[in-house]
């Protein structure tokens, strides 16, 4: 049986002289921004809702997507613009054939684990936005609502 660590507990008590950890690793402040847009029509194919911009030096640690049920159909994207410093993911938060397609009934998701967004620091304030991948049907007057959590610390 052998001990395995972490790079943060390693760097924290194994390494001589030891290494500071981030702040917002092991305790920083979880903000919270939201963005909601009321469709005045469909959405066709690339285009893009922009949602907010993330403050440089952010860390992803959760986020959530909410649109209604009511026969509507169509795939967006959740990700981030190009930065200057980060190469821009227009899924690296939600990919829509998993996770935001309309056409499978209400939603209501949360970022999992493995997406490319979860848990990374982005070096420049980074412009969050939803690209529609499928046009949306009977999706005019819908509400589409985006609360994501980071740490800025």
């Known amino acids: 049986m052998s001990d395995l660590y972490t790079v943060e507990y390693q760097n924290a008590y194994i390494s001589e002289p030891s290494v500071k950890n981030e702040v917002g690793k092991d305790h920083g402040r979880v903000r919270r921004m939201y963005a909601s847009i009321t469709l ?66 209400a939603i209501d998701n949360k970022l999992l684990g493995t997406a490319p967004g979860y848990n990374k620091k982005f070096g420049a304030e980074t412009l969050i936005s939803a690209k529609c991948t499928e046009v949306t049907v009977a999706s005019s007057g819908d509400t589409i609502q985006l609360e994501l959590f980071y740490v800025l610390d």
């Open 40 to 105: 005045a029509a469909e959405l066709a194919v690339n285009d893009v809702i922009k949602m907010f911009k993330l403050p440089a030096h952010s860390y992803i640690v959760d986020a959530r997507i909410i649109a209604p049920d009511d026969g509507t159909s169509g795939i967006v994207n959740v990700g981030w613009e190009a930065n200057g410093v980060d190469a821009a993911d227009e899924d690296g938060i939600f990919i829509g054939a998993s996770e935001v397609d309309f056409g499978a009934g």
